[in-house]
Structure formats: structure tokens, C-alpha cells
């Protein structure tokens, strides 16, 4: 049973969320469903979740924007975008805003339970080894895993979810060639043969966040052929 775990579902097509709201309860999970970006807000400041479900478009706020204020609160916080528009745009646009996973509608039930399951996975995982290692430092840049803020020689930044897992998992492994698929399996808990283009962005982005420069990296190398080893020193 997973009725520990309470989701925020926020869609504004009543009978999809009433049929989600329906299933997901079946599963185990607690469901508080928001019609509009508005009330999901106010029900996000008003209470505890562990995972929210969120449309795009949505009347008042949108589900970008909806993402934005969440992630300045709870940066660790899983969210999945559900869209009717499967554009790489809408896509990238929600993994910069701290997005964990994008799904197009129209959707498969079990594909959004697996999902589901997935990045509640990772949260856990996320939060264990955050608690083991809360902070690391490397070259001059310091960061902190548990509040995902990061000082670099020349800035703050605040990580997304996703880019510190990717980080947190580049770092436990030091030294260590770690491949698309490894990446893909253990970060996303996803299929590895999905497009593996989305780990390359992501390194790009860390790259462009902790290396003196970006274009000649020092500490997250590409290893041709097989995937990326970082290396503090």
C-alpha cells in the first residue's frame, strides 16, 4: 500500500482527474485534486505532499508557473508534468523549471503508475544519501545536498532536483566511467533505451554551473564512446 505517500493532482479536465483520482486511490496513494494553478498553489502552502501530478495548462496559473513557485519553496520536491502539447520545447522548458519527469497525454494508466513509483524511488534514494554526504566541495564549488544551493567561484546557483541526483551520483561514483544507460536507470529509474540526449543536457548544464570552463571540462569528462567520469582533483 502506498497510502503514506499523498499526491497533489492538478488537471483541470474533470473526467481524467476524476479517473486518476479514482486509480491512484485504488493504488494506495492519498489524492487532493486542484482544478486550476491557483488552488494547487494554495493547497501546496497549506499542506504536505510527496509528489505532485501537474497539467500544463491550467486556467489562472499554468503549470509552469505552477512549477516555478513549488520549486522555490521545495526544491526537492518530485513533480511530473502531464501535457497535451509533446514538444521537446514544453518538455525542456519543464525539466529547467525542476520538472522530474513529462509525460504526453494521451497516456497509458500503468505507464503513469511506473513513473510514479519511480520517482518516489528516487526521492527516497535521494534523501538517504543526502543525509549520509548533506555537503561536498570540489574545486570552488560547494554544494549543499540537502537544500540543493551551490556556491561556484563567481555565483549561487540552486540546482534542480534532477541536476543534483545527476550531480550526487556522478560524486559517488569518482573515478568511475558511468554510461548513458547507467545514468538512465539509477537516476531515472526509466527504460535505458529512451533518448539518451537528456543525460548529455544535463551534464552540459553542470559543466556550465562548476567548471572554470565549460568547453574544456576538468571534472565531468566524456569518455567517448561510453558515457562521463568525474573526477574531483
Known sequence: MNGENKILLVEDEETLAVGLEFNLTEEGYSVVWAKDGKIALDLFYAQEFDLIILDIMLPYVNGFEVAKKVREKSPQMPILILSA?????????????????????????????????????????????????????????????????????????????????????????????VSRKELIENVWHMNPDIETRTVDNFIVRLRKYFEPDPSNPVYFKSIRGTGYMFNAK
Not at 525542456?92 to 525542476?98: A, D, P, S, T, W
Not at 518516489?120 to 574545486?139: T, V
Request: include cysteine; glycine fraction near 6%.
Open 85 to 177: 502539447r509533446s514538444g521537446v520545447e514544453d518538455r525542456v522548458k519543464g525539466l529547467e523549471l525542476g520538472a522530474d519527469d513529462f509525460l504526453a497525454k494521451p497516456f497509458h494508466l500503468q505507464e503513469l503508475l511506473l513513473r510514479i513509483k519511480g520517482m518516489l524511488k528516487r526521492k527516497m534514494w535521494y534523501k538517504n544519501a543526502a543525509s549520509i554526504q548533506p555537503a561536498y566541495s570540489f574545486g570552488n564549488n560547494k554544494i549543499n545536498f540537502e537544500n540543493l544551493e551551490c556556491f561556484t567561484k563567481d555565483s549561487q546557483i540552486r540546482l534542480t532536483q534532477q541536476e543534483a541526483m545527476v550531480l550526487k551520483y556522478l560524486i559517488d561514483n569518482e573515478g568511475k566511467i
